[in-house]
């Protein structure tokens, strides 16, 4: 028998979640699953659950390849699987939907919001990468033009920061970003946006927080402000 | 030894691919190399052209991967050099008509009798990306020195990472020896310095490409051309060879500090 394929709509479109089974078995369901329900799933947005299963970056791209022939886009993927988050993230994927509100059974779907509060991030994140965490951030490496970080918590990079970087996104204006070059292409922090200055001098470390309603970013050691613990 | 396939690749189109293609290709088979390039921008082809070759297609790669000819038939062997080859793309069909396997076989199969494969990707992150890419033993990322085309081949670079294709090699193509003179150039260290990756090639703007485009006769084969020294640089390198960039603008110019942030690099 066939494994099963959940597909269940959500505000952010279309949920797959899968019972036990090995991969490749369960991409043909998925598949065949969509074939069938084809005229009804037209156009939709798709977010995939894959569990604890590793998707590497081949895979993956194919699979959108698949559901775009069908008319589908795949936009997010869940995963319990450090690895196949990095790849999903890497590829400008999700990896965690946000607002999932009043429907008890879809927190546990999505690993990523239960889960641990601060991740640590060991390479460079480079254009096209799409980071997404619940909780706070630190980047050993470079964050390029045309990465992204969403964080929760804090974003903390340790090495050029040149992508955009939203802190503090669920609306927590305690939130700050530190990196030892704060070059960000776009800085948020909770609602609040900052641009940086086209002219910059000699890099040093910074750490951008939001006071009185403005976003201010000061030399990382003379640090005033009261959340600007390392993380 | 089995042959190598290196892929060339891009994120933004037009950067210089297909030209980096054919005069790799070419030097490599100058320096007496079995060597055969592959069209896989389906759909779209054009190093048939580049390479003088238009002429004498008779079939194509998705005739090979649909079984309507050998893989031999495919195979044009270039007028001049007589250890480069060509399998060119078909013109009529897409990029669907073949499948990441569908060139890891073809690849498989000329391993075997060849030292180098080349395959002249499609630019881009879709489908024909990944079918150019699944067959690599090597990845060529170029890239010319501007901000959007850096942008592109580093997000190239990332993908090519996560496929465990990594760690891609850079062509910077198209850069303009006036502006290295006076100075300006800087973009090109910032280039290097952006994308963290090794340098395998630095390929000045010279109109003489257009020409010899045109002509269909890679300026890698006129011995003259210090653009075709760039390529049969390229080449070398890709064959092991540790050869220094072009110190003609001093320590302090623009090639002595792109050979010190490579050293600085490669540790
Ligand atoms: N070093 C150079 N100097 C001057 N012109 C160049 C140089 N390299 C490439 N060109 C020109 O740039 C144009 C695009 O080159 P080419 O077709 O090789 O790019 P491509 O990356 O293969 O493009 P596509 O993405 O469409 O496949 C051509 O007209 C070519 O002659
Ligand atoms: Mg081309």
Redesign the interface.
């Known amino acids: 028998m066939p494994p099963d394929v959940h597909i269940k709509g959500i505000r952010e479109g279309l949920l797959v979640s899968f019972d036990d089974g090995q991969w490749p078995e369960l991409e043909v369901a998925l598949i065949n699953e969509i074939e069938r329900q084809n005229d009804f799933l037209q156009g939709a947005k798709l977010i995939l659950d894959v569990a604890q299963h590793e998707i590497g970056a081949a895979d993956l791209g194919k699979l959108r390849d698949k559901f775009s022939d069908r008319g589908l886009s795949l936009w997010a993927i869940l995963s319990t699987s450090e690895a196949t988050r990095r790849t999903a993230q890497t590829l400008g994927f999700a990896t965690r939907i946000h607002n999932i509100e009043g429907d008890g059974d879809l927190t546990e779907v999505s690993s990523e919001i239960e889960g641990s509060d601060a991740t640590l991030i060991q390479r460079t994140l480079r254009s096209g990468s799409n980071l997404e965490h619940p909780g706070h951030v630190t980047v050993i490496g470079d964050v390029n033009p045309g990465a992204q970080i969403i964080a929760g918590g804090n974003v903390v990079v340790w090495g050029r920061l040149r992508g955009l970087v939203h802190a503090g996104a669920e609306g927590d204006e305690a939130a700050v970003v530190c990196a030892l070059d704060l070059s960000p292409t776009q800085l948020r922090i909770a609602g609040y946006i900052a641009i940086p200055p086209e002219q910059r001098g000699e890099p040093k470390p910074e750490i951008a927080y939001v006071q009185d309603g403005k976003v201010l970013a000061e030399p990382w050691e003379t640090v005033t402000h009261p959340s600007a613990q390392p993380v | 030894m089995a042959g190598q396939v290196i892929t060339i690749t891009s994120g933004k189109g037009g950067v210089g691919k297909t030209t980096a293609t054919a005069n790799i290709g070419a030097a490599l088979a100058g320096l007496g190399h079995k060597v055969v390039c592959i069209d896989a921008d389906i759909g779209l082809r054009n190093l048939d052209v580049v390479l003088g070759l238009e002429n004498r297609i008779v079939y194509d790669l998705v005739d090979v991967v649909e079984g309507r000819c050998k893989l031999r038939q495919a195979m044009i062997r270039d007028k001049r050099l007589e250890t480069l080859f060509l399998i060119p793309a078909a013109q009529t069909r897409d990029k669907?008509a073949i499948s990441?396997s569908d060139m890891q076989r073809v690849c498989d199969e000329l391993r075997v009798d060849y030292d180098y494969i080349i395959v002249d990707s499609p630019a881009g992150?879709?489908?024909g990306f990944?079918n150019a890419i699944?067959p690599a033993d090597q990845v060529i990322v170029v890239t010319n020195p501007e901000v959007s085309a850096v942008?592109?081949a580093?997000?190239i670079?990332?993908?090519v990472?996560?496929?465990?294709k990594g760690p891609a090699q850079l062509v910077i193509n198209r850069i303009n020896m006036d502006m290295v003179n006076k100075g300006d150039m800087l973009a090109a260290a910032d280039v290097l310095e952006?994308l963290?990756v090794d340098l395998i090639g630095i390929v000045p703007e010279d109109q003489a490409v257009l020409v010899s485009t045109n002509r269909g006769s890679p300026i890698a084969m006129d011995k003259k051309s210090k653009t075709g020294q760039a390529f049969r640089d390229i080449a070398e390198r890709v064959t092991g060879k540790d050869v220094p960039f072009a110190p003609q603008d001093g320590e302090n110019g623009f090639f002595g500090r792109i050979s010190k942030l490579i050293r600085a690099g490669s540790n």
Do not use: Q, S
Not at chain 2, 161 to 164: G, L, Q
């Open positions: 669907n990441p992150i879709e489908r990944r699944a942008r592109d580093d997000r670079i990332g993908i990472e996560a496929e465990e952006l963290a």
